[in-house]
Structures are given as structure tokens and as C-alpha cells.
């Protein structure tokens, strides 16, 4: 099984076009300041550090479980 990778991040007018789109799609934003740190030092194409994978996690299932609720999935 090969690690999660990071596949997209944006600061500045990216990262507010980025939200943007996600808000017009229903995505909701999900806020940890610590995790936004330790990933925008990643590159893209990076793969997620194990010591992450636990809050990363908890990310997917976050956003699952608000795709279920919007009936998506």
C-alpha cells in the first residue's frame, strides 16, 4: 500500500480560488492551523508523513461524512 501524497495546495489568490471553488461545490472548509503547516512544508507530489496520517484521517472521514450528509457517495 503506497503512502497518501500531497496533490494540490495554494497560498495567496490560489488557496482563495481554491476555497472558492470548494465553497461553490458544497465543500465545506476544515480548519487545523498545526496540520496546515506541516503540509504546506510539504511539496506536491510529496508523500504525507506518517507521524499525519492519524489527523489526515480524521480529514478524509470528516469530509465523508460531509459528502453522506449532502448526499453525495
Known sequence: MSAPIVNAKGQGYVAENMLEKAKQSGIKE????????????????DEIPVELYEIVAKVLKYVETVDKNNGRK
Open 30 to 45: 476544515y480548519i487545523d492551523e498545526d496540520l496546515l503547516k506541516d503540509l504546506m512544508a510539504l511539496s506536491i507530489g
